[in-house]
């Protein structure tokens, strides 16, 4: 108990240091590294895998979309262009998520039988 | 838990909500005490809109009615209550109660979803986005400042499975402001998509709807804007960066302790997709009122991110040195955006900047209140918004005109006592105005306006 305590600690100090960086606007690799390093070392003691695959897709996919430009005419209006990539990321979205809870059910279902 | 260290968490969780609370107020009464007007086009209008309440109910009613924020216009028409208002400090005030309302009501949420340190951290959170990370106190937009409260809310009503409450708060955040309406209705259309594939199937006949509705009132597709987000910069790798990382943790931390609640987990990330891909369309290739867009990712930053040093902070397990690290950040940081905000409300009030109205036409508008017979027409372009404040700091008739010598006489031919206003920083006096003295006297004049009687053909 005493040794997850300390693994804890150590993972909260990393993530502490990485947000303690950014704060005071020090050398963003530190600041990176100290907080992913904590990061993924947290996520592991947390031990939400199953779940956390489910809504980690609501980060990902709005996160990917800032880096990927959707190829739309330039020429139609603001409004239809942002419902026409709002329509696409949100389509990608149900379908991920479709995807991940199907293979959650027939896991379930699986084991059920 | 020992009777120490719970003595030693109740007053370390005491002093955070002090010093939270505190950084809270700090930022939001620093707007009205550092600007003597408010600043932003929108104010005068939502003033205008309100202020004869009680002297002209129907007419008042029928406006907020037919408005975009009925709501947010009701509660701020509680301000006529008050004898001789002064409605443009009433105003001010009014956005400091909308910001910490806002807070308070992210403070409650968050105490339910993960505590009461995350809860103060909440606070401290949104007490440093006024002017940094939001743009309502800059641009005037009350309406959507009091809508965010109503989202909170909805969402605390949801963990709490109160449906009555949630129908509540979704009623006044819809009826708030049509941006925080759109937010709100598209994060729960995507969550009913994702727990039922029918409903994604009525959510493509609505968009096809929508679409037809579109075809047929194309004026809607006229609104349109090019700007780059001031803000998303400052989220991503700026001011607010360190509030992201936590919000990262924040977010596995919020799954892992309500694993069992799906709808509110599903609201949530929801609320995140459709509030990032708004408040940063500009990164998506489009740009469309990215600024008025950002304040919903800001609220989920301050919900995760809060939630993301909470638990870091309880893992070190030192109540003392957590209650130190939380405070010293949140004041730190709350402090350099006060003087930051500082410096933006110095320039705000400096008169060469022209921000604002102008002293001198707050002057003219005071001459015009003592010095001009009540039943006169006042006329104006429509150049600048700061022609917007006639109407509420003078009890004159206002008409809204394109302004040139010609067209004014046609316009003024039956109006009675037609009287033209020029606010000359922005509106030029032209020529066939202040040439043509058989036509136009000129009844008062300052370095910044030029008033004119309009004399009959």
């Given amino acids: 108990m005493k040794k997850l305590d300390a693994m804890h600690a150590a993972s909260a100090y990393s993530m502490l240091i990485g947000i303690v960086c950014a704060a005071l606007r020090l050398n963003i690799w530190i600041t990176l590294i100290a907080f992913i390093a904590g990061f993924i070392w947290a996520l592991r003691l947390l031990d939400i895998r199953k779940y956390a695959l489910i809504y980690s897709i609501f980060l990902f996919v709005p996160i990917v979309a800032l880096f990927i430009r959707i190829p739309i005419p330039a020429f139609l209006p603001d409004l239809i262009r942002l419902a026409i990539t709002f329509f696409f990321w949100i389509l990608i979205l149900l379908l991920s998520s479709y995807l991940v809870l199907g293979h959650k059910k027939s896991k379930e279902q699986r084991s059920r039988i | ?457």
């Fill in chain 2, 1 to 457: 838990m020992t009777k120490s260290s719970f003595l030693s968490n109740y007053w370390s969780e005491i002093l955070l909500y002090t010093i939270a609370v505190a950084c809270l107020v700090t930022t939001a009464a620093q707007y009205p005490l550092s600007t003597t007007f408010p600043i932003g086009g929108d104010a005068a209008t939502h003033i205008r809109t309100v202020q004869h309440i009680f002297t002209d109910p129907i007419f008042s009613l029928q406006k907020i009615a037919n408005s975009w924020y009925p709501v947010a216009y009701i509660l701020f028409s509680i301000n006529a209550i008050i004898p001789h208002a002064n409605w443009p400090i009433i105003f001010s005030w009014w956005m400091t109660l909308g910001q910490v309302l806002t807070g308070l009501a992210l403070g409650l949420f968050v105490y339910r979803l993960s505590g009461p340190k995350a809860s103060a951290i909440a606070i401290a959170l949104w007490a440093m986005t006024p002017i940094t990370m939001t743009s309502f106190f800059e641009d005037g937009t009350m309406a959507q400042l009091w809508s965010l409260p109503w989202v909170i809310l909805f969402f605390e009503r949801m963990l709490a499975k109160s449906y009555k409450g949630m129908a509540l708060f979704a009623f006044l955040a819809l009826f708030s402001h049509p941006i925080t309406a759109l937010v709100l209705i598209a994060t729960l259309a995507v969550s009913a998509m994702i727990f039922d594939k029918r409903v994604a199937l009525l959510a493509l006949a609505i968009t096809a709807i929508a679409s037809i509705v579109i075809y047929f009132r194309q004026d809607i597709l006229q609104i349109s804007s090019h700007e780059a987000s001031k803000y998303v910069p400052e989220l991503l790798h700026g001011f607010y960066l360190p509030w992201v990382l936590a919000a990262l943790y924040g977010w596995f931390c919020i799954i892992k302790s309500h694993k069992h609640h799906a709808l509110l987990l599903t609201t949530l990330g929801s609320f995140f997709a459709v509030s990032l891909m708004l408040g940063a369309n500009d990164l998506l290739g489009i740009g469309f009122w990215t600024n008025r867009l950002d304040a919903y990712i800001v609220i989920f930053v301050v919900i995760t991110g809060a939630t993301g040093v909470a638990e870091i902070l309880k893992n070190i397990q030192s109540p003392i040195l957590t209650t130190c690290i939380a405070s010293l950040l949140c004041t730190g940081l709350t402090m350099s955006a006060f003087h930051d905000n500082q410096n933006i409300y110095k320039r705000y009030e400096s008169p060469s900047t022209y921000s604002r109205i102008h002293p001198q036409e707050l002057e003219s508008l005071a001459w015009m209140n003592n010095n001009l017979p009540s039943n006169i027409t006042l006329f104006t372009s429509g150049e600048t918004r700061n022609y917007e404040w006639i109407p509420v700091l003078t009890h004159f008739r206002w008409a809204l005109e394109k302004a040139d010598g010609r067209t004014l006489l046609q316009q003024s031919s039956g109006a009675q006592n037609p009287v033209v206003v020029f606010f000359t920083r922005k509106d030029n006096t032209p020529d066939d105005v202040s040439s043509n003295q058989a036509q136009y006297t000129l009844l008062y004049k300052n370095p910044s306006v030029q008033i004119y009687k309009i004399n009959s053909l």
